[in-house]
T-cell receptor, first 112, second 112 residues
Framework: AAGVIQSPRHLIKEKRETATLKCYPIPRHDTVYWYQQGPGQDPQFLISFYEKMQSDKGSIPDRFSAQQFSDYHSELNMSSLELGDSALYFCASLDRDNTEAFFGQGTRLTVV | GDSVTQMEGPVTLSEEAFLTINCTYT??????LFWYVQYPGEGLQLLLK?????DKGSNKGFEATYRKETTSFHLEKGSVQVSDSAVYFC???????????FGKGTMLLVSP
């Protein structure tokens, strides 16, 4: 069965650079959530989208932005990267009945 | 705000031992409760869930009962295996899956 696809799996950037993370939800899932998980930390909710519109916002820095496109994939854009942005970034998609969230394997971002 | 508190790890057990990982929550209203498991290098997988008081979620030998009177959702398994070694996250949501609030995770290490 198709799962949530995130790309890239690993990314290394320098401070002050920009990064774009992509998430491809399970087909026919119209809701996408982004989470940030620092080393040894629990996942923190960043932002969510439903039917291409932002539906909820968590602890997402102003340097980050995100959107959901017409094919329901989502991109998280991160600018002016800081060392503290190094983390595992998860995307999750939800089925139309909202009964289960499916997580991708994450993008590990390292800022040096 | 809403919060989830889990027992700190690591929890170290021998194979076939009994497992309990404590989880308590603080939330207004009637949250849904979840346990997620994260194997090394992988994304989060839903292990089990309960959506109302006294519900028992179960999967792969794991069980957890939604106790509203004690605001708890402790995870139990009668006989752990080496393959159960992972990080376990307790989580809650108040609007289906709109946002998941996670506990800090408990690492389980099972030795042969």
């Amino acid at each position: 069965a198709a799962g949530v696809i995130q790309s890239p799996r690993h990314l290394i950037k320098e401070k002050r650079e920009t990064a774009t993370l992509k998430c491809y939800p399970i087909p026919r899932h119209d809701t996408v959530y982004w989470y940030q998980q620092g080393p040894g930390q629990d996942p923190q909710f960043l932002i969510s989208f439903y039917e291409k519109m932002q539906s909820d916002k968590g602890s997402i820095p102003d340097r980050f932005s995100a959107q959901q496109f017409s094919d329901y994939h989502s991109e998280l854009n991160m600018s002016s990267l800081e060392l503290g942005d190094s983390a595992l970034y998860f995307c999750a998609s939800l089925d139309r009945d909202n009964t289960e969230a499916f997580f991708g394997q994450g993008t590990r971002l390292t800022v040096v | 705000g809403d919060s989830v508190t889990q027992m700190e790890g690591p929890v170290t057990l021998s194979e076939e031992a009994f497992l309990t990982i404590n989880c308590t929550y603080t939330a207004t209203g009637y949250p849904s409760l979840f346990w997620y498991v994260q194997y090394p290098g992988e994304g989060l997988q839903l292990l089990l869930k309960a959506t109302k008081a006294d519900d028992k979620g179960s999967n792969k030998g794991f069980e957890a009962t939604y106790r509203k009177e004690t605001t708890s959702f402790h995870l139990e398994k009668g006989s752990v295996q080496v393959s159960d070694s992972a990080v376990y996250f307790c989580a809650l949501s108040k609007r289906g899956y709109s946002t998941l609030t996670f506990g800090k995770g408990t690492m389980l290490l099972v030795s042969p």
